[in-house]
């Protein structure tokens, strides 16, 4: 990622976030599977971030995606849920849902182990969405183990934030 390079050592600053999108003018949300809100929990420890937070999504199940986010159904029947495409989905799906100007999604496999349809411990799919902007994914393959591959995707979804925010 080009700027700065998330890591559990060098953290996101979300405050920045939060003072860059006030800024701007800008609402953001989150889209969340793999990371079960703990994004939207990081922006919201930052004092005056209700002026810009709309909501966060933690949409664990392929039911919740469908219904919640409007990721289509048949997809997620198909691909499952840890794809590009299902992370563009929901980024897509929360940006109409919480009215946003700037959404991040994640989902991937934390473990232990791959998941049932094979798909390796560590894969992860974030997507960012912007008003007015094609959506952008990002794959990433992350080791470690359970705690240590969340926490990794929650700083890289930060990353994004902060990166098109920065723009």
């Known amino acids: ?3 700065h390079r998330a890591s559990l050592d060098h953290p996101v600053d979300p405050a920045r976030i939060i003072s860059a ?3 701007r003018g800008w609402r953001i949300a989150t889209a969340e599977s793999l990371t079960g809100g703990a994004v939207v929990a990081r922006l ?3 004092p005056g971030a209700s002026a810009v937070v709309a909501g ?3 949409c664990y199940s392929h039911e919740a995606k469908s219904r919640v986010l409007g990721v289509d159904a048949g997809m997620l029947a198909r691909t499952g849920a840890v794809t590009g495409e299902v992370a563009v989905a929901m980024a897509q799906g929360a940006l109409r849902l919480y009215d946003a100007d700037l959404v991040v999604s994640t989902t991937g496999v934390a473990g232990p ?3 049932e349809r094979g798909v390796a411990e560590g894969t992860v799919h974030l997507s960012l969405a912007q ?3 094609e959506a952008e994914s990002r794959e990433l393959r992350l080791s470690g183990g359970r705690a240590r591959i969340r926490a990794l995707t929650v700083e890289a979804a930060l990353a994004m934030l902060d990166e098109a925010l920065a723009d």
Request: proline content about 6%.
């Open 1 to 3: 990622m080009p700027g």
């Open 21 to 23: 999108a006030a800024a």
């Open 44 to 46: 919201v420890d930052v």
């Open 56 to 58: 966060g999504a933690a």
């Open 113 to 115: 182990g791959a998941d």
């Open 131 to 133: 008003r007015g902007a």
